[in-house]
């Protein structure tokens, strides 16, 4: 099993970014995916999830109208798209699998994770 992130770097204040996830060792159309951060001294964030079975995404209030997470099931691959971004969006992201089939809020219902990627928004 294995969740690989890319698509991180550095961005100005009010610019966009993609990250990806490549996923691979589980039937990602039946898990649902979460998009988290943390930035150091912060506790980590959900940013969003994906229920990849039921089609469904919630979004952390922080981020919603700016953040769009999205899946392709054929790529085996969820998307967090960030426009807009702020500042205070910098930190490590990370991708995460859940068995879970409904959306799932708390991280420790996530595992694997991905390694991460950094995202840092100048000012």
């Known amino acids: 099993v294995q969740l690989v992130e890319s698509g991180g770097g550095l961005v100005q204040a009010g610019g966009s970014l993609r990250l990806s996830c490549t996923t691979s060792?589980?039937?990602?159309?039946?898990?649902?995916v979460g998009w988290f951060r943390q930035a150091p001294g912060q506790e980590r964030e959900e940013v969003l999830c994906i229920s990849n079975s039921e089609g469904t995404t919630y979004y952390a209030d922080s981020v919603m109208g700016r953040f769009t997470g999205s899946s392709d099931i054929a790529k085996n691959s969820p998307y967090l798209q960030m426009n807009d971004l702020k500042p205070e969006a910098t930190s490590f992201y990370c991708?995460?699998?859940?068995?879970?089939?409904?959306?799932?809020?708390?991280?420790?219902?996530?595992?694997?994770w991905g390694r991460g990627t950094q995202v840092t928004v100048s000012s």
């Open positions: 060792g589980f039937p990602f159309d039946h898990y649902t």
């Open positions: 991708c995460a699998a859940s068995t879970m089939a409904i959306l799932v809020t708390t991280p420790e219902w996530y595992g694997p």
